[in-house]
């Protein structure tokens, strides 16, 4: 069974900043290249991250790109996301998922950026 579970969301202040995991299991991590996706209250999914399946590069959406950083351990199975500079606009619930339109996705973690 393929698993995505998310982990270190919260509620910051603008200007703070969050480090999102996402263990993985069931299904061959370290071939696969990985993403985040996030969803605003009242929007739809945007994607944020990809990550190649060695971890040699990441890409990032307009809104986030300078602020984030994605990352990756292939032995612990696990994604990472560094979120920097957080801004209000940053609200969201954010995945993590095996394709870029966040279809395969798991069961999210939620950030609060709020003064």
């Known amino acids: 069974e393929v698993q995505l579970v998310e982990s270190g969301g919260g509620v910051v202040e603008p200007g703070g900043s969050l480090k999102l995991s996402c263990k993985t299991s069931?299904?061959?991590?370290?071939?696969?290249?990985m993403h985040w996706v996030r969803q605003a209250p009242g929007k739809g999914l945007e994607w944020v991250s990809t990550?190649?399946?060695?971890?040699?590069?990441?890409y990032y959406g307009n809104a986030v790109q300078g602020r984030f950083t994605a990352s990756r351990d292939n032995p612990k199975s696990t994604l990472y996301l560094q979120l920097n500079s957080l801004k209000v606009e940053d609200t969201a619930m954010y995945y993590c998922?095996?394709?870029?339109?966040?279809?395969?996705r798991g069961q999210g973690t939620q950030v609060t950026v709020s003064p």
């Open positions: 998922a095996r394709d870029a339109s966040g279809r395969q």
């Open positions: 069931g299904f061959a991590f370290s071939f696969d290249p």
């Open positions: 990550t190649t399946f060695d971890g040699s590069a990441s």
